[in-house]
């Protein structure tokens, strides 16, 4: 198993990544970043996951509140930004807590889609991949684990081919916002749910490490991100109100 290294700006190791098929558990990615105090610009993201391959399909798994009208508006901000929302509604637990868990949703479409892609981006630390991953694997596809490490299980970094530490790159994913602006003032989600399990004691050992993708110019922060639906499709969505200077609030259950 191979980490990516954030000094190397070539391209990944192995080559050529081909079809690259990305998988982002968005709820488990909120709670991650935001524990990490970063601001995740999913343009960015995409790109620097795509690194040298072809975007095949990218995925965003969450929960919503049909109710939630910023939320909607994030999510169509997604859609026409080159990712494909697989949603589903929130529910109400006796105890009050809303959820919605997509993780049968991430390991279906895993699983139904290999041998149509190359390689396989999971972003989640959740530990129950471990046996999707191991799965695809098997079908003769590369999978490679993004997250944050401590909040990543050790079991699903070892399974993977790759594991990207988003801490380590923290840089080259991150939103810019106005200056003095507060972390509630900034960030939309569109997840009501619980965080996931505190993050983990125990760093997993540190192999060999693999290269990290090409290096991504800053972008301008007075204009809209260039569409990376552009991509596979180009679009001309003209939401202007969801660019990076645009002010992203936490949805909540309060909301």
């Known amino acids: 198993m191979n980490h990516f290294d954030s000094t190397n700006n070539i391209s990944f190791q192995f080559g050529h990544r081909g ?14 970043a935001r524990f990490h105090n970063i601001d995740i610009d999913y343009n960015k993201l995409l790109r620097v996951l795509l690194g040298d391959g072809r975007l095949f399909r990218a995925f965003f798994y969450t929960g919503v509140d049909a109710g939630a009208e910023r939320q909607q508006g994030f999510l ?4 026409r930004n080159g990712f494909r929302v697989v949603q589903k509604e929130l529910k109400t637990f006796y105890d009050g807590t809303r959820k919605a868990n997509l993780d049968v949703e991430i390991a279906v479409d895993m699983l139904s889609l ?36 401590s909040n990543t299980a050790p079991k699903l970094i070892d399974v993977a081919d790759c594991f990207i ?14 200056h003095g602006m507060k972390y509630e003032e900034r960030d939309l989600h569109v997840s009501h749910q619980p965080p996931p399990p505190p993050s983990f004691i125990e760093p997993a050992p540190l192999p060999q490490p693999c290269a990290e993708a090409p290096q991504i110019p800053a972008p301008d922060v007075h204009a809209f991100h260039p569409s990376i639906g552009s991509i596979i499709e180009a679009t001309d969505d003209g939401l202007d109100q969801f660019g990076p200077g645009s002010d992203f609030i936490r949805v909540t259950d309060k909301q």
């Open 19 to 32: 079809k690259v098929a990305i998988f982002i558990d968005g709820n488990n990615l909120f709670h991650a």
């Open 165 to 178: 530490d988003l801490g380590e790159i923290a840089e080259k994913v991150r939103k810019e916002f106005t």
């Open 114 to 149: 290999a041998g149509r892609y190359d390689t396989a981006v999971l972003v989640s630390g959740d530990e129950d991949f471990v046996y999707a991953v191991n799965s695809v694997a098997y079908k003769g596809c590369r999978v490679e684990v993004v997250g944050f490490r």
């Open 76 to 79: 169509l901000w997604m859609r």
